[in-house]
């Protein structure tokens, strides 16, 4: 097993939720770090572990960011990180993987599962070696703790429930 280092700037952790019940608002999180330890071509057996900046979250708008990090939302000032650490990982197929752990929201922990892929290895143009990697779930965001909602005049509510995250990973060998 090698040890990766994550390229955030190569890398995104990105969400989508409904909005109205018609649209959905997309946004990420700009700052992260991870412990990837792992063979890239198997990651049966890898030790694998995030920490998400809540603080960092963007959807493109002040007032909207400014909001899920208050105490309606995520309460960053109380809870300033999102932590996912895996604790088994199936393989589903050719460079297709179950990443199934434990997430952590605020104060309330929930096993969840990622659908991932092996996307392949390349060369930067520095001659490092760079790895990359592509893993989506779906979460209920109310059993986590983020309740806030506001009903519609004309039926349904401002914030659904699910919320899609997708990760698209570029690592390299740690030093």
């Keep these: 097993m090698k040890k990766w280092n994550v390229d955030a700037a190569h890398s995104t952790l990105g969400f989508s939720?409904?909005?109205m019940m018609v649209s959905k608002v997309r946004g990420n999180f700009g700052e992260f770090d991870a412990h990837v330890e792992a063979n890239e071509t198997d990651l049966t057996?890898?030790?694998?572990?995030?920490?998400?900046?809540?603080?960092s979250i963007n959807t493109n708008s002040a007032d909207r960011d400014n909001h899920l990090r208050s105490a309606d939302f995520f309460d960053a000032e109380t809870y300033p990180e999102i932590k996912f650490v895996a604790n088994n990982i199936t393989k589903k197929g050719d460079d297709k993987?179950?990443?199934a752990g434990d997430m952590t929201i605020k104060d309330v922990t929930k096993p969840v599962?990622?659908?991932a892929e092996y996307e392949g290895k390349g060369t930067n143009p520095w001659g490092q070696e760079v790895v990359g990697f592509t893993a989506e779930t779906k979460i209920n965001r109310k059993d986590f703790g983020l309740t806030w909602n506001q009903a519609l005049e004309t039926?349904?509510?401002?914030?659904?429930e699910d919320v899609k995250l997708s990760l698209e990973i570029q690592a390299n060998p740690a030093e």
């Design 17 to 19: 939720v409904k909005h």
């Design 45 to 55: 057996g890898a030790n694998i572990q995030f920490n998400i900046k809540v603080p």
């Design 155 to 160: 039926g349904g509510v401002l914030v659904g």
């Design 97 to 99: 993987y179950d990443i």
């Design 113 to 115: 599962v990622f659908d």
